[in-house]
């Protein structure tokens, strides 16, 4: 019948996996992490923690082996253990989103409905990604990535301009005006490619986002490149 004592620590010892889950804000790190290696400043701003209070979830992330760490100097920079740990959240958002009712509230009331609002159903609004590779690769539309630069350089869609959403506004002419626009950001939970394609619409410009972002793109092994910014040629729109 086996040991109890011994299946006793077992589960203890898987137990440090979910422990290191159940806090809203260590989530909140490993989905910055999912995008790619970064300092703990970076994250701690991003995520809006002190450099303390960020410091010490991630210990609590590296204890439970979902992070690993590398020094650069002074400063320490963090990223994902593996592609498993980025398959262990994402199923984690699944099951909450499924079972728990007030998560998918969360998450609708976080993102807005958008043109949903005017009756717009999800083909107006979104893009496979098979759809966006089979067009892309046809010239018929412009890749937009509105995350910031370091995770544009970290991994992104091969061929995608980085405007990060907040610059968008001043440099729409790097847009091909004669082409629909794909934004995408992180992931199925951010809110930077809804913003885009309302921004990029009211303008007059065709828009639509990936139906969900560069998690879900790197889970399904799809080519990402790295490297640095890439800018759209200036005056190729209006």
Not at 13 to 32: H, I, S
Not at 82 to 101: I, K, N, P
Not at 148 to 159: F, K, N, Q, S, V
Not at 207 to 236: C, I, K, M, Q, Y
């Amino acid at each position: 019948m086996g040991d109890r004592r011994k299946k006793t620590v077992l589960f203890e010892q898987l137990a440090r996996v979910g422990k290191a889950l159940g806090n809203g804000k260590r989530l909140e790190l490993l989905d910055l992490l999912a995008q790619g290696e970064r300092s703990v400043e970076n994250l701690a701003a991003t995520a809006g923690l002190g450099l303390s209070t960020a410091s010490a979830h991630l210990q609590v992330l590296k204890q439970a082996g979902l992070v690993t760490t590398r020094r650069d100097g002074t400063k320490i920079h963090y990223d994902l253990a593996g592609l498993d740990v980025a398959r262990l959240y994402e199923q984690l958002r699944t099951v909450a989103g499924d079972r728990v009712a007030e998560v998918e509230r969360a998450r609708e009331d976080y993102l807005g409905t958008g043109g949903a609002l005017a009756g717009e159903g999800t083909a107006e609004r979104e893009v496979s990604r098979d759809e966006l590779l089979a067009r892309a690769a046809r010239g018929e539309i412009a890749v937009l990535d509105v995350r910031p630069p370091e995770e544009y350089a970290a991994a992104h869609i091969p061929g995608a301009v980085s405007i990060p959403l907040a610059e968008l506004p001043e440099r729409l002419d790097e847009l091909p005006a004669e082409q629909e626009v794909v934004a995408y950001c992180r992931g199925a939970w951010c809110v930077l490619a809804h913003e885009a394609v309302d921004l990029l619409r009211a303008r007059g410009r065709r828009a639509r986002r990936l139906e969900d972002g560069l998690l879900e793109w790197r889970l399904d092994e799809l080519p990402v490149d790295t490297g640095r910014v890439a800018r759209g040629p200036a005056g190729s729109g209006g």
